[in-house]
């Protein structure tokens, strides 16, 4: 799903301090399920800025940062179910699917991720389908960081119930897309002035 998918802007953790704009991007898979067999699917977010400030007590934080998926760009490598999907969103109307993540401390990050949690820690996002907002935690880890880029995996479930979606159907609902799906996304920040 068209996701700024949330748990990427702990990418700045990886970041140096004196870094202040990043570019980032990012993969995203979608898996689900149904009555007949599961599936995935695929779509690139939209570029996106992440701006790293230094706070007055010396601490880098990422005050906001916004990601966004365009529905129609979404590819489930079959044709009626990308229609009834892009229905089932309303396209038309609400073209973009959009995650938003605020006050990030890239610090607190990773040491989370280093610290007994299998190189993992979470952070909350706020993912707005359609009309429709909620709060959604999701999980990050896999960082790797090389000089001048830093990426990570992130990764969420959400219930297409809880954003008034009514899952798509064939052969007279014989056929039913799941209610849980899982969006995993492989985030990648580069430093602006990097190519």
Not at 165 to 183: E, N, S, W
């Amino acid at each position: 799903m068209k996701i700024r998918i949330p748990a990427f802007f702990l990418l700045a953790l990886a970041c140096s301090a004196s870094a202040a704009d990043l570019k980032g991007n990012c993969e995203i898979r979608i898996l689900g399920t149904s009555t007949l067999h599961d599936f995935t699917g695929s779509v690139r977010c939209q570029p996106f800025p992440v701006q790293l400030v230094r706070g007055s007590d010396g601490r880098t934080m990422i005050p906001a940062v916004g990601i966004s998926v365009l529905v129609d760009e979404m590819d489930t490598q079959n044709k009626s179910r990308d229609k009834q999907m892009r229905e089932m969103f309303q396209s038309g109307k609400f073209p973009r699917i959009q995650a938003f993540l605020a006050e990030l401390d890239p610090d607190k990050i990773r040491q989370e991720m280093s610290k007994g949690r299998n190189g993992k820690s979470t952070v909350d996002l706020s993912l707005k389908i359609r009309d429709v907002e909620r709060r959604i935690r999701a999980t990050i880890g896999n960082l790797r960081e090389t000089p001048g880029r830093v990426s990570f995996d992130s990764e969420f479930q959400l219930s297409l119930k809880d954003y008034d979606l009514k899952p798509p159907t064939v052969l007279f609902g014989a056929i039913r897309v799941g209610d849980r799906i899982t969006v995993n996304a492989t985030f990648r920040l580069d430093e602006a002035s990097s190519k």
